[in-house]
């Protein structure tokens, strides 16, 4: 039910938002409103206040702003019939064919300034609320710091075939550039490999030659990928469990161990005890543990696997996951503006990358998510707190803005490209024309949306 009930403050809030700004420009410029509606098809709720029906309809996957004079393109984001060929034709077409007289408060009767101005607003209320909320975090929850991109551990399961290359190499290195990118912190590589083209890719360490991998296809080898590379983790070497029948098990190791140290080197970490059994495949390993108040002295031989052709050695040990504390900035009120800005043009950014790695071929189209997927990710945004849901929503605001800003028509985007194209030629693109584009469009919409639920399912069922 949280699930559910998330998903839909999502996409109400992020609607309303998009269509409120067509609503309220529109009333600015004196264009006549007869409906706000969110949703598509038959009406669920509603009540008329002057002029304007305000609707809450059945299909809550958009939401629409229908205005006088655009009833051939009804409604302006594509809600019910684009093909009506029986509404009311703009005026270069008044000539032909008999309708009611056009109004003053009509879309057409407006210049093109003001069009593109009411067209435009819905994307610009996505990017407005996106950078409200960041600003919001960067004053309230702070500025999270990511960590630097020093090497902690490469954890040598996770590496994805091309990979093998990353194996056994020492903590404390500096990451400094993937590829052409040049990175800073662990958030930096995160993004550069969710986005890169897949194929060659050279990783430098400093004070290191370059290193050559295989940036994986897949979705699912790519997160193995990132999470191979651990960053610093300062957790205590403390044993919370020995598998049965293991190495560890052999050699008497207990749960509640400390480890004290390895082949006479002091241990202070679980990484560096990790380092340790790592460097020692199928090799005795001296390990003291303290115990109790007791200090007992072990003997273990690692288990040797195999990433390519390097081995590393295992005993069937765990810990505690690491209770990771965050260090963050709060920000002032002119720093938090500041972040706003910057934070959405960076997910602006991003997101521009991978629509058009998708349509090049470089990254995967299986990253396109659809309604489940955004149900989904509700669900667990909420569970994680309001700062997660709040920030899930933001960049979810700037996908919808680059989404609709596409040059198909029905999309915002569509209808700037008819208005650019009228105010070339000096008079409007005729209204069949247009009719016709609108369904190219709806077709296309429609297409990429059966795409994107298809991916959704396929994710679901595990494929």
Known sequence: MLTILSAAVVLGVLIFV??????????????????????????????????????LSLLPLGGYVKMAG????????????????????????????????????????????????????????????????????????????????????????????????????????????????????MDDLRVVFSTARSGPMVVVFEGMEPIAIEIPSSDSAR????????????????????????????????????????????????????????????QPLAVTVLRDSDTVSLT???????????????????????????????????????????????????TVDVLTGIFSGRMSPRSVGGPILITQISGEAARAGFETFLTFMALLSVNLAVLNILPIPVLDGGHLVFLLVEAVRGRPISIESRIRLTKVGMVLIFALMAFALGNDIVRWIGI
Request: glycine content about 12%; cysteine-free.
């Open 223 to 282: 997160q193995g990928l990132i999470a191979a590379f651990e960053p610093v983790i300062e957790n205590e070497a403390v044993l919370d469990s020995v598998v049965e029948d293991s190495r560890a098990e052999e050699a008497g190791f207990l749960a509640g161990d400390r480890i004290i140290s390895a082949n006479g080197r002091p241990i202070g970490s679980w990484q560096q005890f990790g380092h340790a059994i790592e460097e020692s495949p199928e």
């Open 70 to 185: 655009m009833e051939e393109m009804e409604p302006i984001e594509g809600g019910g019939s684009a093909a009506a060929t029986t509404q009311q034709p703009t005026a270069p077409q008044a000539e032909a064919t008999t309708h009611k007289p056009r109004s003053s408060r009509d879309f057409e009767s407006k210049t093109i300034a003001q069009r593109t101005l009411v067209i435009s607003a819905g994307v610009i209320m996505n990017l407005l609320f996106a950078y409200v909320v960041f600003a919001l975090i960067g004053m309230v929850w702070g500025v999270p710091k990511a960590p630097d991109a020093v090497l902690g551990n490469i954890v040598e399961e996770y590496l994805p075939e091309g990979a093998e290359q990353l194996a056994g190499l020492p903590a404390g290195l500096r990451l400094t550039h993937l590829g052409d990118e040049r990175i800073q912190t």
């Open 300 to 350: 273990v031989v690692p288990e040797r696997r195999t990433v390519g052709d390097r081995g590393y050695g295992r005993i069937g040990v765990t810990t505690q996951p690491p209770v990771l504390t965050v260090e963050r900035e709060h920000l002032g009120p002119g720093a938090a503006l500041g972040y706003g800005f910057t934070e959405t043009w960076r997910w602006v950014a991003l």
């Open 18 to 55: 998009h269509e409120l700004g067509h609503f309220i420009t529109a009333k600015w410029v004196d264009i006549e409103v007869p409906r706000f509606s969110i949703g598509f098809g038959p009406k669920v709720l509603g009540f008329r206040r002057g002029e304007t029906e305000y609707v």
